[in-house]
Structure formats: structure tokens, C-alpha cells
């Protein structure tokens, strides 16, 4: 929210709405126009702070979510029902499954609030505000204008981790598509519900979709709506009515909607760490095996990974890069493999693969029961290190925290950074003394507070002198954009053999990044160019050879052709309908060099035609062992 210089604003007094009058009511009968939903009023108020810095699925204005207060009874004689301030009570017995499926544990005797809807559901942490704290309401319509209220803190909870109900679908997915297609058809159904001819032109349908043209909406209008060549306008098929109102909004819910946005904010989120719209959402350990860490967290893979994990199908890392805390308080959704790919904390390859884990393993690299144990065993310790500190009471002051020294913070910075917060995204440019972030999320940005970039630029006087102009520039994003394309266009220039240190620090480590890709991209060449030379056989280590070669230390290749002999000359690896042979043998024997593996190259791939059949072998010639050969009679 933001303020106008010298704006004047008259807070009203807000609306009193008697509850007797609410009774017996539905929810439309309740919340009848959107003035209903402000906090213009006397209705109670629960302010909800999310502990993630980017919650992968948020609701929009006017959806609802239930608070439910799951209570685990501490046996079967307990009758206790604790009715909590706000939300609905729900006992589970004690042998019932967690609410939060294997990723939370409710004790017996234990209470825990969740928020819940038909996309999430994350556990809620009771918290009291302070009395100077208040809500500051402006309600703004088109007849009124904007209305001012303030309003005390009631009710503050701290939303922690979300876990998704519903999958988000990836950017070239169906259900995309199907959405697109589902929203023109509640376009010009209101359309037609509003003319009325109740026919419609193209272009009034083009108006809402602004990256589209009438010919493609009218390829899409073909399915649903048939064309008046009389006046050149569209209309319902015979024998249809148009749908009512409640049909045509359920063609798109909500939920779907806020489903699509969570798809864009993560693809925009993407194309703002640098990566290009062709990153697709196949799936499989192969797809994710080249992708970076920005990518594996995009809300289409999270999502999907976790509801495979609730169902057995798949494991999540729990913790390193996709911890969105940064602090070992929040699990990670990036997959990992079932069969041995899951480390406890602290726990690395190598310890995996120590000679005495391996004897007690049976010679296995990993036990199934012991990596199962292990997997539950860190779940319940992030789960229990999340509600210790969401829970936590204790305010951090921020004079405190400017009091620190400068190193000390780098240090404390150091300490909880995760390899994302060192990438270049919008989550890295957030200010670390922002009063909107959580205790959760404030603690996790990058070192980027109050960067800023200062551009000297030369401008052309009438005269014909030059005068330097400084520009400053504070948005996060413009500032990437530049430092990337300087430096793109600065090594552009660089010369490999010229690259020497120029004692600044900066510039030196940029050259030297630029080495090593150079050298990693020169390395993968020749890794593919020996992949494919070995394929043909004509390499191995730096002595190019030939298939079959007595001095090759390489097992011959076999040849895929067929065994059979020739029906007019004899040969092998031909037959008599076949004109084409394989090289002459001789040929096939000789070791050669570099400069002759061409020439065999070449002339080893023509079409080399049947002895009998080009004159080089006469009937006469052809050996006795032959199948179809006919000997003189014995006498």
C-alpha cells in the first residue's frame, strides 16, 4: 500500500452487522457483493503470515479456506474435545493417519490448527500481536471510491510450509490448453447471454484475448457455436440453449485459476534467473538430470514430486537446495532416486561407500530398510525444527541486528544461505530488513540489500563535445539484465590467447569462469566426437584402426549383415538378389592411417556390386564350396 504525498485520508467508522441477521444464511446470502468480503465491518479478523518467502500456491480475494484444529486422542477412553478460539474441531484416534500424510506427526493429547482448502493444506502456529500493531483497510469501488478503516489485530497465525493437494500443470501441459479453450467458451457464452440477438461477432471474442487472432478463435468457435453466413455472425447450434450462469462458471473453478498463476509466476520466475521458455515438463530421473536447481524447484516438479512421495512412488532429498528456509525447518520437494539416492544430513557419498557400511550392507551399496528408517527419521526432525521455531515467541529487534558488525553478518548470511540464494532470481533482491518478510523467509534472502547500479554515460553536445551524465538504477531486475549483457558483450570481444591477470578481482574471476566453460565445452566435444568415432569403429585411444584388424587390441565388430553366401559367385555377405557387397577383403585387413581411414571411410559406404555380376569373377572361377554348386559326377 502506498500513500500520496500531502493525501488526505478520512477513516470511516466501520459497518456494524448484527449476527442475528446472518442466521439461517447460505454463503451467497452472506457474501452477496464483493463490499461483503472487506473488512469494512464488525467481523472478526484472522491475519495469516506465510513463513515461505514464495509459496508455491496462493488463493485469490473472495476464496475460502477452513481452519480445522486436529486433536490426537491420547487413548480410546479419551472423551476430551478442546475447543479452540477460532475453527472447527477434528479428533483422530490414535491410530489414524497424520492429516499432513508422512510429512507431520500429531501426538497423542496434541492439538495442532492446519489451514486447509481444495489446492493445500499447511499447519497453522498461534501467535499474539502486539497492541501497537493494527490494519490499515482501503476499500475502493467504482461508485464509492476508496473508504479507509482501521481495524485491530484479532486473530495472528503463522502459516508454515505448504503441502499441495493438487498437482500445478507445467507450462505446455493439457490442462492448459484445456483451460484456454474452457475460458473462451464462458467468454461467449456471457456474450451471448448479453446480445440481444444472442449472436456475436469474432472480434468482440478477440477483445478479451489479446494474444490471439480471429482466425484462431474462430477455429476454436467451430466446437461449440456455429456461423451465420447471412449476417456474419456467430451463434448456438440448433437445438442448443445457451448455459446458465452456474454452468458456465464451472467450466473454469477457481482453484484452477489459482493453478495457472502459480504456472506463471514459476515460469517468470525462471526466465528472470536466466533460463529460456523451452524448458519443458517431461518427466523421469533422465529429464532432471540436466537441469540446474532453479529449474527442479519450479512449482510443476514440486508439486507433483510431493504427491508421488505422500503416495509411495517417489522420494524427496527433504533438505540442501530446495529447503526453502535455508535452515534445515522446511523440506525439500526436489526428487531423488528410491534405490540408494536418498542422504541423511551430513551424510555424503563417500561415507556411503566406506569399506565397513559396505560389509555390514552385505557388499550393497545402501539397505532399503535402513535408508526407509533414515527418511522417516529426518522428516520428523525438520518437522519438529519447523513448529520449535514458527512457534517461537522470541522477537528479533532490529537494532540488535544493525548493532552487528559487518563481517559477523556475513558470516550469519554464510551460515544459512542455500545454493539458491546465490542464483540471480527475484528471490535473492528482496531487502533483509523488509518488515513484510516472515522470521522464516527474512533470514533466507541473498546479500543484495540496497543494490544499487551507477551507469556514467557520454552524451553528444551540439557543439560537438561530450558531457558524462550519471544514471541510477535500483530495480533488481534492470540491474541483472545489464551486468549480464555487459558481460556477454565483453567476452565476445576476449581473446583465449590474450586473457592475462589484470590484478582486478573482479575481472579476473569473470575471465576465469570464462576458461573454465570454454575448456568444459571443448572437453564435451571431444568426448562426443570419440563417442561417435568408436561407434564406427574407427578410433581407439590415438591409433585410428580398421574393424578387424589382427594389430587392434579392439574385439572385431560384428557385422550386421547377413551370413548367407552368394548363389552366383560364392561369397559371403551377400546374396544373389543383394547387389550390394560389403568391401573386399583384403582391404578390410590392412592397418591404416589417419589419412587412409578416410579413404576406407569413403569407399567403404558405396555400393560395391556382385563379382559375377560387374565381370571381375567368371563362372569358372567360382569356389566348389558354394550351396547351389553342382560338381562333375564321380566316375
Not at 215 to 233: H, I, L, S
Not at 391 to 413: A, G, N
Request: net charge neutral; proline share 5%; with cysteine.
Amino acid at each position: 500500500m502506498s500513500f500520496h504525498r500531502n493525501e488526505k485520508i478520512l477513516f470511516n467508522r466501520p459497518r456494524h452487522v448484527k449476527r442475528k441477521h446472518l442466521k439461517g444464511k447460505d454463503t451467497f446470502g452472506i457474501y452477496g457483493n464483493t463490499q461483503d468480503l472487506s473488512l469494512g465491518d464488525n467481523s472478526s479478523v484472522l491475519l495469516l503470515e506465510y513463513s515461505e518467502e514464495f509459496p508455491t500456491i496462493m488463493s485469490n480475494f473472495g476464496m475460502g479456506s477452513r481452519i480445522i484444529n486436529y486433536y490426537r486422542r491420547k487413548n480410546a477412553e479419551d472423551s476430551a474435545r478442546p475447543k479452540m478460539e477460532i475453527g472447527e474441531t477434528n479428533l483422530l484416534m490414535p491410530q489414524d493417519k497424520s492429516p499432513f500424510s508422512i510429512f507431520g506427526h500429531i501426538d497423542p493429547g496434541e492439538t495442532s490448527p492446519a489451514l486447509y482448502n481444495g489446492m493445500y493444506k499447511a499447519p497453522l502456529f498461534t501467535h499474539e500481536a502486539n497492541n501497537s500493531d493494527f490494519i490499515v483497510v482501503r476499500n475502493t469501488t467504482g461508485v464509492n471510491g476508496p473508504s479507509w478503516y482501521l481495524r485491530h489485530i484479532e486473530h495472528l497465525r503463522v502459516v508454515g510450509q505448504e503441502f499441495p493437494s493438487l498437482d500445478v500443470p507445467g507450462p505446455h501441459s493439457r490442462k492448459v490448453t484445456t483451460a484456454a479453450k474452457n475460458r473462451l467458451k464462458m467468454i461467449s457464452y456471457r456474450l451471448l447471454q448479453k446480445s440481444r440477438t444472442h449472436k456475436i461477432k469474432v472480434s468482440a471474442v478477440t477483445a478479451h484475448f489479446t494474444d490471439s487472432t480471429d482466425m484462431q478463435n474462430r477455429q476454436k468457435m467451430k466446437e461449440f457455436m456455429q456461423f451465420d453466413k447471412t449476417g456474419k455472425e456467430w451463434e448456438m447450434r440448433s437445438g442448443e440453449a445457451i448455459p446458465d450462469e452456474e454452468s458456465i462458471r464451472s467450466m473454469v473453478k477457481p482453484e484452477d485459476v489459482c493453478l495457472l498463476e502459480s504456472m506463471q509466476v514459476g515460469q517468470q520466475h525462471l526466465q528472470d534467473a536466466g533460463f529460456g521458455q523451452g524448458d519443458d515438463d517431461a518427466e523421469g530421473d533422465a529429464a532432471n538430470q540436466g537441469r540446474g536447481t532453479e529449474q527442479l524447484l519450479a512449482p510443476w516438479f514440486t508439486t507433483r514430486n510431493f504427491l508421488n512421495a505422500v503416495q509411495g512412488k517417489a522420494m524427496l532429498e527433504l533438505h540442501g537446495e530446495g529447503d526453502p528456509s535455508g535452515r534445515g525447518e522446511a523440506f525439500s520437494f526436489i526428487k531423488t532416486s528410491m534405490k540408494g539416492g536418498f542422504k541423511a544430513m551430513g551424510e555424503s557419498v563417500e561415507d556411503r561407500l566406506d569399506a565397513k557400511k559396505m560389509k555390514e550392507l552385505g557388499g550393497h551399496s545402501y539397505n532399503v530398510a535402513r535408508q526407509q528408517r533414515s527418511y522417516e527419521e529426518s522428516i520428523r526432525r525438520i518437522w519438529d525444527a519447523q513448529k520449535q521455531s514458527l512457534s517461537s515467541v522470541q522477537e528479533h529487534s532490529d537494532t540488535e541486528k544493525d548493532d552487528m558488525d559487518l563481517d559477523d553478518e556475513e558470516d550469519l548470511q554464510a551460515e544459512i544461505q542455500t545454493p539458491r540464494s546465490d542464483a540471480e532470481t527475484p528471490a535473492s533482491s528482496r531487502r533483509k530488513d523488509d518488515e513484510t518478510m516472515s522470521q522464516l523467509s527474512k533470514y533466507s534472502s541473498g546479500s543484495q540489500a540496497g543494490k544499487i547500479l551507477k551507469i556514467i554515460r557520454k552524451h553528444l553536445n551540439p557543439d560537438g563535445s561530450f558531457s558524462e551524465k550519471q544514471e541510477t538504477v535500483k530495480g533488481p531486475r534492470v540491474i541483472r539484465q545489464y551486468l549480464k549483457r555487459r558481460k556477454e558483450r565483453h567476452l565476445a570481444q576476449v581473446n583465449l590467447n590474450e586473457i592475462k591477470p589484470t590484478g582486478d578481482a573482479e575481472q579476473d574471476r569473470i575471465h576465469q569462469q570464462f576458461l573454465i566453460d570454454e575448456l568444459a565445452r571443448l572437453e564435451r566435444n571431444k568426448d562426443r566426437r570419440l563417442a561417435r568415432d568408436k561407434q564406427k569403429g574407427l578410433r581407439h585411444g590415438d591409433v585410428v584402426i580398421s574393424p578387424g584388424s589382427p594389430s587392434s587390441t579392439v574385439p572385431p565388430v560384428k557385422s550386421t549383415g547377413t551370413q548367407r553366401k552368394c548363389a552366383n559367385c560364392g561369397q559371403q555377405g551377400h546374396i544373389k538378389t543383394n547387389k550390394k557387397c560389403c568391401a573386399p577383403q583384403p582391404l578390410l585387413s590392412l592397418h591404416v592411417d589417419r589419412l587412409d581411414a578416410l579413404f576406407f571411410h569413403i569407399f567403404a559406404g558405396k555400393d560395391w556390386l556382385c563379382p559375377m555380376l560387374n565381370g571381375t569373377l567368371k563362372a569358372d572361377d567360382v569356389p566348389g564350396d558354394s550351396p547351389f554348386a553342382m560338381g562333375a559326377p564321380a566316375v
